[in-house]
C-alpha cells in the first residue's frame, strides 16, 4: 500500500475550510452551491486563468451530478429548459446576447424556432451543463 505522504501536511486545516463549498446532500447545500456557483460566475466569467476557475469548474460538475440524480429533467424539449434556466438565473431576453436577439430568444421560447447548435455550446457553456440537455 502506498503512503500518502504526497500530501501536503496542512491538508486537514484546509479541507476543513473548503469541504463545506464542495459538499452537497441535500436541497439546501445543493441552494447555496448553486449561489456559489453563480457568484463564482459573476466574478469569474470564462477566464480559465482567474485562480478561482477551477473551482468554479469543480462546484459545476457537482451540481450538475447532484441535479442529474435529484432532478431529472424528463422529456422537456430544448427551449423549455431554456426556459427553467432563465428562470432560475433571474435572467430576461437582452441577458443572452450570445444567444440573439430578444425577438430571436422570444421565438425559440415560444417553440416558433429551434435552437442551433452554436447556440446549444454557448448555452451549455454558460450554464455550466451538458450541451445534450437542449437538444429535443
Known amino acids: 500500500m502506498e503512503n500518502l505522504t504526497t500530501f501536503p501536511p496542512d491538508i486537514n486545516t484546509h479541507w476543513r475550510a473548503i469541504a463545506p463549498l464542495l459538499t452537497i446532500r ?48 424528463p422529456n422537456c424539449s430544448g427551449s423549455d429548459v431554456l426556459a427553467y434556466l432563465m428562470e432560475e438565473h433571474g435572467l430576461g431576453f437582452s441577458d443572452l446576447p450570445e444567444i440573439g436577439t430578444s425577438e430571436t430568444i422570444e421565438s425559440i421560447l415560444n417553440k416558433d424556432q429551434a435552437l442551433t447548435l452554436s447556440q446549444i455550446q454557448h448555452l451549455a457553456q454558460r450554464f455550466k451543463v451538458q450541451a445534450q440537455v437542449f437538444l429535443d
Open 26 to 73: 441535500n436541497d439546501e447545500e445543493y441552494e447555496q452551491a448553486t449561489e456559489r456557483l453563480n457568484d463564482l460566475i459573476d466574478e469569474i466569467g470564462t477566464n480559465e486563468q482567474h485562480p478561482l476557475y477551477n473551482l468554479l469548474d469543480t462546484l459545476g460538475t457537482l451540481i450538475e451530478a447532484y441535479e442529474a440524480e435529484h432532478y431529472s429533467i
